[in-house]
């Protein structure tokens, strides 16, 4: 390969664009035996009602609607109930038994392998909890949110969307600039099938207005089982050779980096992480994703590969950042200052300093910092936002979503 500084240019850009694509959502639709569409619930007076699901009739609907309480929402670690925002009604799990069946309906062996891409997926397991019963009737809606993480190992949410007739409440989700809608109206075929969709819970989603009937959704929020941490995931399905080749070519040439350093990832996904406390490599088994592939690639290269977060060092001069191992905790600070009070090095512990680099200025010597080239785009402060976001369901105190990156050292000798 030659090695001019465009010839490497173009070789980044490569590696760049081969971290493919995966997908962030998957959906279907699932026809079920007639009785799991049965449901019994418990009005505001504890009555028990039963309802057929397939065959219910907008008055047995209007009755359930009734039975349900506003939706409230997290923000700002509060729950808020505010109908701009999220118009729907909604039942607490302990307030109905549905007969749907998770396991027997065998929705997530067919949708995980696909989402997580992992080869691990049988040793790999996922626990599903149901969250709630959402009934959205003509008007209701949820503006765009993200689903609120209720633990680090917290990864997707699924929704599954009973075959109750209704227009509109289309479900639209979004990604990296990508978009997709999910037509829940339009997906099942009769009144005994039900359309789910399973997706990654930090991507921002949104139910469009109901214009007619009733759009009646159960809610999951899946984890990470404990015990996969032992088995964690890796790629088979998705090809990582072309970003593996593209790295070993770049990292075996030694006009690459010639002091060595890091080089960079942004990662594409956010994790939960408690504020002050997570440390980021707690995080290495849970990557999804983009994110696994950049990780599966960069451990296949043998690099030693980290989680951290970063920051611009905001000293004016561009290209300096801070890279740190644990999910400092930034929500009092604005601004974060060059020296001094309220400068990263006193605000995060352990942070260090680290200087951007490219194929013009990677063989400048400097002996009092650490170089880093980033592959793959750092998102905006490093992602790691410190305004609140707005989130789904109710409030958590404890987790919040950051974007962190993947670092991989490359020693030079
Ligand atoms: O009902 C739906 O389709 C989605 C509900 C939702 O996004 C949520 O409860 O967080
Ligand atoms: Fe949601």
Not at 185 to 195: K, M, Q, V
Not at 204 to 228: M, W
Not at 273 to 295: P, R
Request: charged content about 25%; hydrophobic content about 35%; some cysteine.
């Amino acid at each position: 390969m030659s090695d001019t500084s465009s010839d490497f240019a173009k070789k980044i850009e490569q590696a760049r664009l081969a971290v493919q694509k995966t997908s962030a959502w998957v959906s279907g639709t699932v026809k079920l035996p007639p009785q799991s569409l049965h449901m019994f619930y418990l009005d505001k007076e504890n009555q028990p009602h039963f309802l057929n699901l397939s065959t219910a009739t907008p008055e047995q609907l209007d009755v359930l609607t009734a039975a349900c309480d506003p939706a409230t929402f997290g923000r700002a670690n509060e729950d808020v109930l505010d109908e701009s925002y999220r118009k729907a009604g909604k039942m607490d799990a302990e307030k109905f038994a549905s007969k749907f069946n998770l396991e027997t309906s065998r929705i997530l062996p067919t949708v995980l392998p696909q989402l997580l891409v992992g080869s691990g997926k049988n040793d790999h397991e996922v626990e599903a909890e149901l969250y709630k019963l959402n009934v959205y009737g003509e008007g209701g809606f949820f503006r765009a949110h993200k689903d609120t993480p209720r633990s680090e190992k917290m990864f997707g949410s699924l929704v599954v969307v009973f075959p109750t007739p209704h227009t509109g409440g289309h479900l639209a989700l979004r990604k990296n600039g990508e978009e997709f809608t999910f037509k829940s109206d339009d997906l099942p075929g009769s009144r005994d099938e039900i359309a789910y969709i399973v997706f990654f819970s930090d991507v921002e989603h949104e139910v469009l207005p109901v214009t007619s009937g009733h759009r009646i959704t159960l809610t999951y929020n899946l984890y990470h089982a404990d015990k996969s941490t032992k088995a964690p995931l890796t790629l088979r399905n998705h090809d990582i050779t072309p970003l593996k080749d593209a790295l070993s070519q770049l990292i075996n040439s030694p006009k690459f980096m010639p002091n060595g350093g890091y080089l960079g990832f942004g990662l594409r996904y956010d994790y939960p992480v408690v504020l002050g406390k997570t440390k980021f490599s707690e995080l290495k088994d849970l990557l999804k994703g983009e994110d696994l592939m950049v990780q599966t690639a960069c451990e296949a290269l043998n690099l030693d590969v980290s989680i951290r977060g970063a920051l611009p060092d905001s000293t004016g001069e561009d290209g300096h950042q801070a890279l740190f191992d644990y999910a400092a905790d930034l929500s009092g600070w604005g601004e974060i200052e060059p020296e001094g009070d309220g400068s990263w090095a006193e605000i995060i512990k352990g942070a260090k300093r680290i200087d951007e680099v490219g194929p013009e200025n990677w063989d400048v010597e400097d002996e009092r910092r650490e170089h880093i080239l980033w592959v793959t785009p750092l998102a905006e402060y490093g992602g790691y936002k410190m305004s609140y976001i707005t989130y789904g369901n109710e409030a958590s105190l404890a987790f919040e979503y950051v974007r962190t990156c993947l670092v991989a050292k490359l020693q030079r000798e």
